[in-house]
């Protein structure tokens, strides 16, 4: 097996998991839960406690570290080998290659018109 596919692979199932390590860490510590804990299904649910400042406060840190941890991803695949870019385009061509070659359409326009242009106007 190729290392660098390997490597990909192993960067990839990293970045799953750092992604769900804020929340692992904010609900095994308690800091927000998600229900009540400890009421049984049978009885009626207790209001949640937990303040909407604190959700906002997880909300804007996990948005934040989402967007490092794609900035960490695209720079390590990068760094693999693997250049990230969208899937919308094609890659696109160097600068100076697309001017030859646009350069060079231009011309061989241009000399199709002439020639054109020639038999036209000789019979």
């Known amino acids: 097996m ?3 596919r390997l ?3 192993l960067v990839t199932v990293t970045a799953v998991a750092l992604a769900a390590a804020p929340a692992i860490v904010v609900f095994g510590l308690g ?5 009540p804990v400890g009421v049984p299904t049978t009885t009626t649910v207790p209001p949640d406690t937990t303040s909407p400042e604190q959700w906002v406060l997880f909300a804007l840190f996990y948005l934040a570290w989402m967007l490092g941890l ?3 991803l695209i720079w ?3 760094r693999l080998g693997r250049n990230w870019r969208s899937w919308d385009r094609a890659p696109r061509r160097e600068t100076k290659r697309r001017r ?5 359409l231009s011309y061989l326009e241009g000399q199709e018109k002439a020639r054109r242009a020639g038999k036209k106007g000789g019979t």
């Open 76 to 78: 390590t695949y990068d």
């Open 7 to 9: 490597l990909t692979g």
């Open 70 to 72: 794609m900035v960490l």
């Open 100 to 104: 030859r070659l646009g350069a060079g």
């Open 31 to 35: 800091w927000l839960t998600l229900g």
């Open 2 to 4: 190729n290392p660098t």
